[in-house]
């Protein structure tokens, strides 16, 4: 107590006045306690107190400033969970601001590099191009990285199918191999179940970004992705995906770096090299979520490689076949697709009739039967009268579309209950190979379509009894195929414009050649487009007169992509537009619009009038009504079997004779329904006509 007392000044007020309380209950406890012990029985009370006080007066001297500094520490730790929610918000708002405007200028950019021919301009556009693609790249990492830290970006499994990721990993990865001259390979165990369970869009990402890191810190040499299969059971399989590179390599000292976001390797000498810093850490962060982890293995100046392992449920275990193995991206000649089904009858669903010339065309020399349907309720009534072993059904068709279509396929009884069906869609995004899936299509293909990729499709899904390859018994090498192989080199982009250039306007050959492939297979779908001009026409100011938005939208939809085929991209961007327009609702905007886009389409019946020529009727021949009946029958026969293609060369022959009088109407009628491929109008009218 003396010491207390001696020392009272190292203390302050408040606590030397309770511990002279805490003494004093004390003594006076103890007091009570020896004199009147027998007779009051608070001593010990006394004594318990005191030394409670006395307690926490000397071992917590300053009790009240650690509650408040606990109070304060809350306070702050709310505060800043408040601050970094508002970051959050700040950056996912300033994202989507940024990326509105980012967006249209690289699709205005894109317009350019597809029309100029200017080579200093496509220069500078290809400049901007790489350039937006980097800041959106950069945008991207920084908004994953934020949602990461506010413990907001979750893992969304669905079912997948890892052949389309590689396939899209492919097309995104390509363009910027080929710009550094690099080798890439693909190495993917072929016993891979076809269809996993995981979430496919982080898959995705995480690899992405592996595949870029390796070309942009490889100036030469080769990147070598691979995916094997570790463990399997009859629920899961354990993969390992692996990206290994000849590139710079990393040191020992900076492995630990690697994983700190914003830091970048050895800056002086990556200077060049863009990038935020944050991939590796969202890699790392994301395998975390998926229970698993990034592995590094590096030697400087050698290269590296980048692995990580991830157990997948299976869904379908049927293999992913050989597709992939020892793919080789740098080989850059036109695909020939070389499979024959001489004994395989496929059917391809399509409300454009020129989308389904090209689908015949790109199969024209693998010998399969093809028949062709313009809507979905003509493939339902072709699949109750004949069994067919794939179909190619387009999902945006009018009245009935193609999910819709292939839903009712399970509600009454035909022919084809166990057939494979295909989406076409020319509107791909993200995860929609799992969406079509979920739908019950097995696959899809996105339009125009790729001759690779719909090899792929047709040797995954057709029975494997079926299909000859080069070699196998039974195979025919056609000329058309030994012809086409040999002028491989000599198909570029201005094949078709050596041809056309000087008498067609309003064309990009580049892109006509890249959709279409041969000058054959676009005369054929531009000589349709222009005899289809004043029917979707009609059509299209018919829906804006009834202001029906849905079936309007569905037709530009379908000219956007038939007009992109034949290289009328002032069009096919027009169209475009006002689909968004119509897809958003906005009828202020496609009234105000659809004049200069109808007259853009009506301004083709010039453009293309010279592959149509119109013959003098002064010096056509006479066909006498006898011999006219008789092609009549002969159409009607063929479009009973669905033989279109006779059926068109059989009317097609007709035009360059003077029908007699009273029959234009007729064959106007007719021509009508077999260039739309109405079967079942052409045959009413067929029978119903009186010979």
């Not at 894109?110 to 790249?137: F, T, V, W």
């Not at 899936?437 to 040797?459: Q, T």
């Not at 006898?626 to 293609?645: G, P």
């Amino acid at each position: 107590m003396g010491l207390i007392i001696f020392n009272w000044h190292k203390y302050n007020h408040t606590i030397f006045v309770t511990i002279l309380v805490s003494y004093t209950i004390f003594f006076i406890g103890l007091l009570l306690e020896i004199f009147l012990g027998n007779i009051l029985r608070i001593g010990y009370l006394g004594l318990s107190v005191g030394l409670y006080i006395l307690f926490f007066s000397v071992e917590f001297p300053d009790y009240n400033r650690m509650i408040l500094t606990l109070n304060e520490l809350e306070k702050a730790k709310k505060e800043a969970n408040l601050a970094n929610e508002a970051k959050t918000t700040f950056l996912s708002n300033m994202s989507h601001e940024i990326r509105t405007p980012l967006n249209a200028i690289l699709g205005l950019d894109e317009i350019i590099i597809r029309q100029s021919n200017d080579p200093e301009i496509h220069k500078y556009a290809m400049n901007i191009h790489n350039a937006g693609q980097s800041l959106l790249s950069i945008i991207n990492d920084i908004l994953d990285f934020s949602k990461i830290e506010a413990q907001k970006l979750e893992i969304l499994p669905g079912e997948y199918a890892l052949s389309s990721i590689i396939n899209d990993l492919n097309n995104m990865i390509m363009p910027k191999v080929k710009e550094k001259n690099l080798t890439y390979k693909i190495e993917i165990d072929s016993d891979i179940p076809s269809v996993l369970y995981g979430d496919s869009v982080r898959i995705k990402q995480i690899l992405l970004n592996l595949l870029t890191n390796a070309v942009k810190y490889t100036p030469s040499g080769e990147i070598l992705f691979s995916i094997k299969i570790l463990e399997r059971d009859g629920i899961t399989t354990t993969l390992l995906f692996s990206v290994k590179d000849t590139g710079m390599g990393m040191k020992k000292s900076d492995m630990d770096k690697l994983f700190s976001p914003f830091e970048r390797l050895e800056e002086k000498r990556n200077k060049t090299i863009e990038g935020s810093g944050l991939g590796i850490t969202i890699v790392s962060k994301l395998l975390a979520l998926m229970n698993s982890s990034l592995e590094v293995k590096s030697v400087y100046n050698e290269g590296s490689e980048f692995s990580f392992k991830l157990t997948q449920r299976i869904i379908d275990p049927e293999a992913i076949g050989n597709s992939y193995i020892d793919y080789d991206g740098t080989k850059t000649d036109i695909y020939q697709i070389q499979i024959q089904a001489p004994t395989a009858t496929i059917l391809a669903v399509d409300d454009t009739e020129m989308n389904l010339i090209v689908f015949k065309g790109l199969l024209k020399n693998t010998r399969m039967k093809i028949d062709t349907a313009l809507s979905g309720l003509e493939m339902l009534s072709m699949i109750t009268k004949k069994h067919y072993d794939l179909i190619f059904i387009d999902h945006r068709m009018p009245i009935m579309d193609g999910v819709e279509a292939l839903h009712q396929m399970s509600t009454f009884p035909h022919l084809c209950k166990d057939t494979p069906c295909i989406a076409l869609t020319a509107n791909v995004i993200q995860g929609a190979k799992e969406q079509y899936i979920s739908e019950g299509f097995v696959d899809y293909l996105s339009k125009p379509i790729n001759s690779a990729r719909l090899e792929n499709v047709i040797v995954q899904n057709l029975n494997k009894s079926m299909i000859l390859h080069p070699n196998d018994i039974g195979y025919i090498t056609c000329e058309k195929i030994s012809d086409s192989n040999l002028n491989q080199h000599e198909n570029t982009t201005d094949r078709i414009s050596k041809i056309y250039e000087n008498i067609i306007d309003g064309i990009s050959f580049d892109e006509a050649q890249k959709n279409c492939g041969t000058v054959e297979l676009w005369l054929e779908s531009a000589k349709t487009f222009y005899k289809t001009i004043p029917s979707i026409s009609s059509e299209l100011k018919n829906y804006i007169e009834k202001e029906d938005i849905e079936n309007y939208t569905i037709k530009v939809h379908a000219l956007k992509s038939s007009a992109r085929l034949i290289g009328a991209m002032e069009l096919s961007h027009k169209a475009l537009a006002l689909e968004n327009y119509g897809n958003n609702g906005d009828w202020e905007k496609i009234k105000e619009l659809s004049p200069s886009m109808l007259k853009e389409l009506e301004s083709y019946t010039t453009n293309l009038s010279a592959l149509c020529p119109e013959i003098d009727e002064s010096v056509k021949e006479k066909i006498s009504l006898k011999d006219l009946n008789n092609a009549y029958k002969d159409i009607l026969e063929c479009i009973e079997v669905f033989d279109f293609t006779l059926a068109e060369s059989i009317f097609n022959s007709l035009e360059k004779y003077k029908l007699p009088d009273g029959e234009e109407e007729f064959f106007k009628k007719l021509s009508d329904c077999i260039l739309f491929l109405k079967r079942d109008e052409a045959i009413k009218i067929l029978i119903d006509r009186k010979y």
